[in-house]
């Protein structure tokens, strides 16, 4: 017995030896990929970043993996990305430009998108002229809805002053336009569809034809994960880039449904509206940026291009 029995524990803890070895090097190899920690709002303003950490999960080789951190609201995806929680986030442009301007260390790398905006007003507005006295939501008034908003009415003769302005959450306006405590509003897709959708609005106006190729969310990470893990970040922009570009009709649907819980109709209309090719943000596009938030008193001293976009991440 004794001759069978100890051949038998030599193989059984060789066999152990191996695959424990075996189980590290896979956790080694997993553990070897660099994490990038990425903000974002379940909008489709957001659907570059989503779909990038969607290929780079499905594929096998690289050296980057995308943590997505899903916040409620601008303020708390702000305050993660401002205190460093997070290295990087699709925001606002509007927004980071102001932190930038306030000293916090972060720098614009792209565009998050081209156009996706609408202005939502009930079914009685008859014209651009008809806002005249009526009630506008926006989500913030630093952002390019703000913009938009004061492009119509300048459009028509009217200035901001005509109008009564207020500050929505994105998720309530369908509902305030239907109850009837606004008149209309502008917030980030699709969330103007939704009321296009449910019957109690109607689009006044696509961004394009107010502001062609508008600014209005941009990826932005921090000057630390930028200066600390450069290679990585170059990576990771240079992938983004690929992402938007490679973001077709119908993957954009597909990463939509997966991560904005919205109906098949409100995403058939609102992605209508938006592209997302050739995300690089240029200086002509951040300059005419810069004139509108000066224009419309968003800003009086926004950062100029250079200190706050970097522009050489290819």
């Known amino acids: 017995m004794k001759k069978i029995l100890?051949?038998?524990l030599f193989l059984t803890l060789t066999l152990s030896l191996v695959l424990t070895g075996c189980g590290n090097k896979?956790?080694?190899?997993k553990s070897e990929k660099e994490v990038v920690k990425i903000a974002y709002l379940p909008i489709t303003h957001s659907l570059a970043a989503l779909e990038e950490a969607k290929e780079l999960e499905a594929g096998e080789n690289g050296n980057i993996e995308v943590e997505l951190v899903k916040?409620?609201?601008?303020?708390?995806?702000?305050d993660a990305l401002n205190s460093g929680q997070v290295d990087g986030a699709s925001v606002l442009i509007e927004l980071a430009m102001k932190s930038k301007s306030?000293?916090?260390?972060?720098?614009?790398?792209?565009?998050?998108?081209?156009?996706?905006?609408?202005i939502v007003v009930s079914n009685d507005v008859k014209d651009g002229a008809d806002l005249k006295g009526r009630t506008i939501a926006i989500p913030h008034r630093q952002s390019s809805h703000n913009i938009l908003v004061n492009l119509a009415l300048e459009k028509n003769g009217l200035t901001i002053n005509d109008i009564n302005v207020v500050e929505l959450a994105p998720t309530e306006m369908p509902s305030a336009l239907a109850a009837g405590t606004v008149d209309g509003y502008c917030v980030a897709e699709p969330f103007g569809a939704v009321g296009v959708s449910n019957g109690t609005g109607k689009v006044l106006y696509e961004s394009?034809?107010?502001?062609?190729?508008?600014?209005?969310?941009?990826?932005?990470?921090?000057d630390k994960f930028i200066d600390?893990?450069?290679?990585?970040?170059?990576?990771?922009?240079?992938q983004y880039k690929e992402a938007g570009n490679s973001l077709t009709d119908d993957e954009a649907e597909a990463v939509a449904k997966e991560y904005l819980n919205q109906k098949d109709d409100v995403l058939d209309i609102s992605l209508q509206w938006i592209s997302y090719d050739d995300l690089e943000l240029t200086k002509d596009v951040y300059n005419s940026l810069v004139e509108k938030v000066k224009k419309?008193?968003?800003s009086d001293n926004p950062p100029v291009y250079e200190d706050f976009v970097l522009s050489d991440f290819d």
Request: charged share 25%; aromatic share 10%; net charge negative.
């Open 296 to 298: 419309y008193g968003l």
């Open 228 to 238: 600390e893990r450069t290679d990585v970040a170059k990576e990771y922009v240079a």
């Open 102 to 118: 306030e000293g916090v260390g972060i720098k614009a790398v792209a565009l998050g998108h081209k156009d996706g905006n609408v």
């Open 71 to 78: 916040y409620g609201s601008w303020p708390e995806l702000l």
């Open 208 to 222: 394009n034809e107010l502001w062609e190729d508008s600014a209005c969310c941009a990826l932005v990470l921090t």
């Open 6 to 8: 100890i051949p038998f």
């Open 26 to 29: 896979t956790s080694e190899a």
